[in-house]
T-cell receptor, first 117, second 112 residues
Framework: GAVVSQHPSWVICKSGTSVKIECRSLDFQATTMFWYRQFPKQSLMLMATSNEGSKATYEQGVEKDKFLINHASLTLSTLTVTSAHPEDSSFYIC?????????????FGPGTRLLVL | KQEVTQIPAALSVPEGENLVLNCSFTDSAIYNLQWFRQDPGKGLTSLLLIQSSQREQTSGRLNASLDKSSGRSTLYIAASQPGDSATYLCAVLNNAGNMLTFGGGTRLMVKP
């Protein structure tokens, strides 16, 4: 149980386009979802936290107008990278926390690798 | 602000060795500490989770300890195998349960 999926797993796009990444909790209801970014050979950095039905809370230094997060249902959160540029190329990982699971534990998705040309 | 440090950053050992990975954190007010494994280009696999009230957790050849007062955790891998080669990440969850802070990771290479 407690499986989190991400789609797509890989995306290559041209500079200036927008890219949407989906994060789904497959077998539980995710009250909170988290989005992380990981640059090569670096650790994960939290970008934002989203609770179902409310606006996301962004970490310092993360542009909320560039990284749009929507958590419209208890099983789906989306991250849209708007007007992507090469410096946005990174590995994006989501995690989810839910009811009736190990308290406060985050379950991680497999990640989405974004390459902006 | 919580800071998590992992030492060493990289480690190369011959197969069969027992090894210890270290993790230290600056704020001891934590909810739990978790060790993850990450293979190149892949997501995270949770290995062990230690609640703040616990001292250690074991799973197979892995043993993780936690000394909250000193801000330290160790991951012990017994009889290492080439398949253990990966990056190992330590992450600390704050008391409020809303911020998971990761260390920089230890890249482990086990040579056959």
């Amino acid at each position: 149980g407690a499986v989190v999926s991400q789609h797509p797993s890989w995306v290559i796009c041209k500079s200036g386009t927008s890219v949407k990444i989906e994060c789904r909790s497959l077998d539980f209801q995710a009250t909170t979802m988290f989005w992380y970014r990981q640059f090569p050979k670096q650790s994960l950095m939290l970008m934002a936290t989203s609770n179902e039905g409310s606006k996301a809370t962004y970490e310092q230094g993360v542009e909320k107008d560039k990284f749009l997060i929507n958590h419209a249902s208890l099983t789906l959160s989306t991250l849209t990278v708007t007007s992507a540029h090469p410096e946005d190329s990174s590995f994006y990982i989501c995690s989810a926390r839910g009811l009736r699971l190990v308290k406060e534990t985050q379950y991680f998705g497999p990640g989405t690798r974004l390459l902006v040309l | 602000k919580q800071e998590v440090t992992q030492i060493p950053a990289a480690l190369s050992v011959p197969e069969g060795e027992n090894l210890v990975l270290n993790c230290s954190f600056t704020d001891s007010a934590i909810y739990n500490l978790q060790w993850f494994r990450q293979d190149p280009g892949k997501g995270l696999t949770s290995l062990l989770l230690i609640q703040s009230s616990q001292r250690e957790q074991t799973s197979g050849r892995l043993n993780a300890s936690l000394d909250k007062s000193s801000g330290r955790s160790t991951l012990y891998i017994a009889a290492s195998q080439p398949g253990d080669s990966a990056t190992y990440l330590c992450a600390v969850l704050n008391n409020a349960g809303n911020m998971l802070t990761f260390g920089g990771g230890t890249r482990l290479m086990v040579k056959p």
